[in-house]
């Protein structure tokens, strides 16, 4: 996960997700939504986890 335009990280990545937004407020909450998305996914689907 990345801000703004990826920056470097986008060269290397596999996957990303990019917000590209100029907050790095906004940035850290859409990214912890995302966080916040998985883990419930996860808690409600445990049978994935093995």
Do not use: N, T
């Amino acid at each position: 996960m990345a801000g703004f335009d990826g920056g470097k990280i986008r060269e290397f990545a596999q996957a990303g997700l990019v917000i590209p937004l100029s907050s790095y407020e906004w940035i850290e909450d859409g990214h912890m939504i995302l966080c916040h998305m998985i883990v419930c996914y996860f808690k409600s689907h445990q049978e994935l986890l093995g």
